[in-house]
């Protein structure tokens, strides 16, 4: 058999064997043991054969061989006969695949690339009644001849243009037709078309608005939007469209479908911005008759905001090239009907028709700068006359509105003060009218009466603009607008929501960028001059300007002169025998602390001028107020202490290296040279105020660099001593404020100063905390008890190797027969995992990120099995001597609810079926003392429920358990001893509505309802009685949950699955 | 869709709707405005177990007052345009009371709010829906022993005493419930209440 007949034979079923053969015989040509001559004439008996299909694989098997050459083996002669040879039986199958891979050859030139074109244009008028494959071939030798000859294919003009038009003429397929459109944008941007225009938007245009649906699982993963794309960049190719285009775009918008419009607008826009400005000159006043009923009628909101930008294209590109303002412009003539429409809606500016009327001068004006002179010219001054006519504050608010939106725009087009670069060539039109308007919004701002809050507050917003618009008001200008502010926050009394005075805080906060020096001569010397010398009283009048010099700060240089100002009020009130109230002194270390907190002070040039003011400076004076040298106790104070403390935290994580060694090594003496002062670890003699330092000393260790940790004292050659000594204050302080710091103290030196081979002293320490238990008890005091909590959060943030052991012992702190030690450790569960400002990721301490797996993956389980054998010993009467106390069960829930307060829920799904029944027995906990439990459990469930919807639940089979618990939770008519919290019935009412909202995982708002029967279903009757009563609960926030919930349920929850379409 | 009865109402600004002023934040912490970020945590402790609902707060009694109908209604949505009817100013604080339904038994737990409407302009057909709607809301958020007054206020609707009449008819009103697409209308106005 010879190659041919068994090519022929294998090429449908075995497409590699085919291939095989072709390249055999590819490679026999090249080394010359066959010519191509042969090869040729071996194909004779079957070229002429009637079978088409035989003659189809013949002409396969000469194109496979061709394809299989190397592409400089074939001469150009060659090629011009193989090329004639395939246009002759250019309908065979393979024969345009031949001719596919002829004309890639370098050797194809322009004169076969023609003929090849006539070829295809002749031969394939009935195109569309083959198959979509055969379609697909031809399209991309037509692609490939467009890309290497286009040349040749321009120079045949009109017959390519329409033989291309001739032949995709009825196509549907998405594939071709995605060739077939960025085909045809070549020929029309490309081609003169200027006799065919209409043909050839036709041919395009016939297939807006594109409705195509991929099917699913579509192999080729073309989108609608891929196919809307390619034809909108046809439609939008030339200009000669425009006629025909712009007219049948705008009908489109009477369609009923938003979608039909939404297309037609984005074509729209498209169009604009590539056709020519004459052009769209020309259509301009059309479009926006027609849109202009889009944006005042709105539909649809993506409707009326697409009608917006097409109009604000328009006015760009009339902008273009234009440098003087004048009215013959094209851009005059559009904006003309604009305007005149405007002015009209805005002569009653209150009515609803007056917004959409603002957001399009908004966006006209906002295109170029002649843009906005020309809008602004008509549009301002009959403002003013409106202004002074009007009848009422409504309208006149109205109007000032109008005016910022305007403002906007003039910031848009001419910047702020703090904008770099791009100044406008064109004079702000505004500065005609700059003293109108300072004293027109001044008067609105400080003229109107004081409750006209809104009135006052839009007023504000306006003159805020303009102080912030690039070269526009003079510098004394602004700085009226900021004594305006000044007053309203010093001077007036507080009205509603107090929205004026939040407003001004902000503006001032504003000017702050653009204008610092206003701020620093104007608002600071009045701001501090209310701040008193000292404060006795609880009102604490000075509170408002502390918060307001603390927003209007972060700016460098203000902030320096914050901190001067009120560093030396502290200073002053450091040195007071009669400092009144510590409150005052704390509230203007925290101002401090809140600004630095929102600035970048590792950049801030100054970070060491306060590093020596607070962090050495006010040590030493901690150091000598302990001891009694200062002159007031203010320093003695715990809570100024930790507010210090923080202060100090984040100046030394900001310090240089150097810096943090000395911290390091100053962390117990505070820096102080005195004598009397004795630092704390190992001394005998420190009294109550000398261990309070430890409170500053914990920050100053925590915002220390893990590097340092060999400045750190008592830490040669170990550790042991130092943290037993720690151990010992733990247990036996009694000062709440400084054990608390003990505690931590301790935890950050095992958790991230701690060598790694170190870690079993901490280990030891442990096992002998747990070891000092009353054997015959089985009792721990409280304060054992937290520093083996505080010592275990330590270890197991960073997963010590004992994690497992530690975990099981505390477990088993829970099954004490001791009442007390049972529950103080049940509460410390939430400890472990729990936020902690000094024990932190910023202040550097270890916190691996499987923690919290590992924990909860341990305890869970052990905690579930040992209810379970609680709950069985319970009911087993005859094991009445197994039976645990009372107090086991709800410790173990109590434990739970901490953990799982701290441990995201992606965690504890896979372990809901086990968690689940224990969640449920903890809503049946009914005393007071159970509240907090109960409210983290609800907590847990609300999240659960919002992530994971009614379906997880429904699969562990609690529906009904879960919902009649938490009814029983919003009732207030509970049986004796038992209470519901406001809290905790409002929190119940959450979650029943979060049940209703959340029946589809992860629902959306527009995924299809559930195919069947909601789950809540059965019990819907049930929770609608049940919340009908709760709506009559004494408390107002549960009565609103209580309303949103019964809202859900009768809304969302139904039998039958709605139907989206 | 119809053409709009009323296509350019007069439109309240929702800052100056009447709110509650809730007490400012004087049990969160001692700095109730934004210093509350500075200071974060209360440290998380043995001793820190959640003591803001204390117990004198919990047995302090909040009757349903008229402002709590207001917010119950003024979210409505007009099913003409998609503004509530508070902005709208259909319904306002003043038009609503809420009086003892038997004045002359002193225990009686019976209570009726009264709600006035006024359409934005007087022939609006919608009235009836409108009322229907803030008789459905408040049937819906009301314990049973509230009855409902609504009507439209006098001298603000051409046919005011027609809608009146129907409004206040419980087997027309029942009737009307039935009705799939008008509870539908009414469905979508109740969809912005929050």
């Known amino acids: 058999m010879s190659a041919l007949q068994t090519f022929m034979l294998v090429v449908d079923h075995d497409k590699e064997e085919a291939k095989r053969i072709a390249e055999g015989i590819a490679h026999d040509i090249e080394t010359r043991k066959t010519t191509l001559i042969d090869t040729v004439q071996s194909l004779g008996e079957y070229i002429n054969d009637e079978d088409p299909i035989l003659r189809g694989k013949a002409i396969s098997y000469l194109t496979a061989i061709i394809q299989a050459l190397s592409p400089k083996y074939l001469s150009r002669q060659q090629i011009q006969v193989l090329t004639t040879f395939f246009c002759d039986r250019i309908e065979d199958g393979g024969a345009v695949d031949g001719l596919q891979a002829l004309q890639g050859l370098d050797r194809f030139n322009k004169f076969l690339a023609t003929q090849v074109a006539q070829a295809l244009f002749s031969n394939f008028q009935d195109l569309q009644s083959r198959s979509q494959t055969q379609r697909f071939h031809v399209y991309q030798l037509l692609n490939d001849l467009m890309s290497n000859h286009r040349g040749a294919m321009r120079d045949m003009g009109d017959i390519s243009l329409l033989g291309v038009v001739d032949i995709m003429t009825g196509e549907k397929d998405p594939r071709n037709l995605m060739i077939v459109f960025s085909i045809l944008k070549v020929i029309m941007i490309e081609w003169d078309i200027s006799n065919h225009v209409e043909t050839l938007f036709d041919s395009v245009y016939n297939y807006f608005p594109i409705t195509f649906r991929p099917p699913p699982n579509d192999p080729y993963g073309i989108t609608a939007q891929d196919l809307k794309g390619r034809l909108q960049e046809c439609i939008s190719s030339t200009r000669h469209f425009a006629p025909h285009a712009i007219p049948a775009l705008l009908d489109k918008l009477d369609s009923t479908s938003p979608n039909v419009k939404k297309d037609a607008l984005s074509t729209l826009i498209a169009c604009i911005h590539s056709y020519d400005p004459n052009t769209v000159s020309k259509f301009s006043i059309t479009v926006w008759e027609v849109l202009k009923f889009e944006i005042l009628n709105a539909q649809e909101e993506f409707l009326s905001e697409t009608s917006l930008e097409a109009l604000q294209a328009i006015a760009q590109r009339l902008s273009e090239g234009v440098t003087e303002v004048s009215q013959e412009l094209p851009l005059a003539k559009y904006l003309q009907p604009i305007t005149k429409e405007c002015n009209e809606q805005l002569q009653e500016p209150q009515n609803k028709q007056a917004k959409p009327a603002q957001s399009i001068l908004s966006r006209v004006s906002a295109a170029s700068p002649v843009s906005f002179v020309l809008v602004v010219q008509t549009v301002v001054p009959p403002i ?33 003060w703090t904008t770099r670069g791009g100044e406008a060539a064109i004079e702000n039109p505004l500065l005609e009218f700059k003293d109108q308007f300072s004293d027109l919004f001044g008067q609105a701002l400080m003229g109107a009466a004081k409750e006209e809050v809104s009135f006052r507050v839009t007023a504000l917003k306006g003159f805020l603009h303009l102080s912030t618009l690039r070269d526009f008001f003079q510098e004394n200008e602004i700085g009226l607008f900021v004594q305006y502010l000044d007053e309203i926050l010093i001077k007036e009394e507080s009205v509603g929501r107090d929205d004026l005075k939040k407003e001004a805080i902000a503006a001032l906060a504003e000017v702050s960028k653009h204008k610092p020096r206003l701020i620093v001569d104007i608002t600071f010397p009045a701001f501090v001059a209310t701040l008193p010398e000292e404060d006795e009283g609880s009102d604490a009048r000075y509170m408002p300007t502390l918060e307001t010099l603390a927003q209007i700060s972060v700016e460098r240089d203000i902030f320096e002169t914050l901190f001067r100002r009120l560093f030396s009020k502290l200073s002053v009130l450091l040195q007071k025998e009669q400092p009144g109230s510590v409150a005052y002194p704390r509230a203007i270390l925290v101002t401090l602390l809140y600004v630095m907190q929102q600035r970048n002070m590792e950049q801030d040039q100054s970070v060491d001028l306060y590093f020596d003011k607070v962090v050495v400076g006010l040590c030493r004076d901690v150091a000598a107020s302990a001891t009694g040298k200062a002159k007031n106790r203010i320093l003695k104070d715990p809570t100024v202490l930790d507010t210090l403390g923080r202060l100090c935290n984040l100046l030394v994580r900001s310090a240089s290296t150097q810096k943090q060694e000395q911290v390091a090594e100053n962390v117990y003496s505070l820096f102080s040279s005195a004598e009397d002062f004795i630092p704390i670890p190992f001394s005998q003699t420190t009294n109550a105020d000398q261990e309070r330092t430890i409170i500053i000393s914990t920050y100053l260790l925590a915002g220390v660099s893990k590097d340092c940790s060999n400045k750190i004292p008592h830490t040669n050659p170990d550790m042991s001593r130092l943290l037993l000594d720690l151990v010992h204050r733990s247990v036996s302080n009694t000062d709440p404020a400084t054990h608390q710091a003990y505690l931590r103290h301790l935890a950050l030196l095992v958790n991230k100063f701690l060598s790694k081979q170190d870690v079993t002293i901490a280990e030891k320490l442990f096992d002998s905390l747990l070891q000092s238990q009353d054997t015959e008890s089985q009792s721990l005091d409280p304060a054992t008890i937290r520093t083996i909590f505080w010592l275990s959060k330590a270890l197991i943030l960073r997963l010590a190797p004992s994690t497992t052991h530690i975990l099981t012992s505390l477990l088993a702190l829970l099954s004490s027969p001791d009442q007390q030690t049972s529950a103080t450790a049940a509460q410390g569960f939430s400890i472990i995992l729990g936020e902690d400002d000094i024990l932190s990721a910023t202040n550097g301490a270890t916190i691996r990120l499987l923690c919290r797996q590992r924990l909860f993956t341990t305890v869970t389980p052990l905690i579930s099995s040992r209810i379970r054998e609680v709950n069985i010993a319970g009911t087993d009467d005859s094991a009445a001597a197994k039976k645990s106390p009372d107090h086991i069960k709800p410790a173990h829930l109590t434990a739970l609810a901490g953990i799982l307060s701290t441990i995201p829920t992606a965690l504890v799904m896979p372990e809901l079926p086990t968690l689940l029944p224990l969640l449920l027995q903890s809503l049946d906990l009914q005393t007071a003392d159970s509240v907090a439990v109960r409210i983290a459990t609800l907590d847990t469930l609300a999240v659960i429920i919002r992530d994971n919807g009614v379906a997880v639940i429904d699969q562990c089979g609690h529906v009904q358990s879960l919902v009649t618990r938490l009814l029983k939770t919003t009732s207030t008519s509970t049986g004796p001893g038992a209470v519901n919290s406001p809290r905790l019935r409002a929190d119940a009412l959450k979650c029943l509505k979060l049940l209703a909202m959340h029946q589809v995982p992860g629902a959306v708002a527009n995924t299809r309802a559930p195919p069947g029967i909601s789950p809540l279903l059965p019990v819907k009757a049930q929770v609608l009685r049940s919340l009908r009563a709760v709506l009559d609960d004494p408390k107002r926030d549960v009565r609103k949950a209580a309303v949103d919930a019964r809202a859900a349920w009768l809304r969302g929850v139904d039998d039958a699955p709605e139907e989206d379409e | 869709m119809a053409e709009m009865q009323n296509s350019n109402p007069t439109i309240l600004n929702s800052a100056d709707l009447p709110t509650r002023l809730r007490p400012t934040a004087t049990r969160k912490s001692e700095y109730g405005g934004i210093f509350t970020s500075a200071l974060p945590l209360a440290p998380v402790d043995f001793e820190s177990a959640p003591s803001s ?62 709600v006035l409407i006024t359409p934005t302009i007087t022939h609006c057909s919608l009235a009836t829906v409108i009322g229907l709607g803030v008789r459905v809301r408040l049937e819906q958020s009301l314990p049973s022993r509230f009855r409902m007054d609504v009507r439209i206020k006098e001298g603000t609707h051409s046919t005011g005493d027609e809608v009146n009449k129907q409004l206040a008819d419980k087997e027309r009103v029942a009737a009307a419930l039935e009705n799939g697409a008008l509870m539908g209308v009414i469905a979508k106005m109740m969809e912005t209440c929050h």
Do not use: M
């Open chain 1, 384 to 416: 003013f006359t409106l202004y002074q006519e009007a009848d009422g504050i409504v309208k006149q608010r109205a109007l000032l509105e109008t005016l910022n939106v305007l403002f906007e725009a003039a910031i848009t087009v001419f910047g702020q």
């Open chain 2, 53 to 114: 609902d204390s117990e004198d707060d919990n047995l302090l009694e909040e009757p349903i007052d008229e402002q709590e109908i207001y917010d119950l209604i003024s979210s409505i949505s007009d099913p003409e345009h998609p503004i509530s009817l508070g902005e709208l100013a259909v319904v306002s604080l003043p038009d609503i009371e809420i009086k003892p339904t038997l004045p002359d038994v002193p225990d009686s737990p019976l209570q009726t709010v009264t």
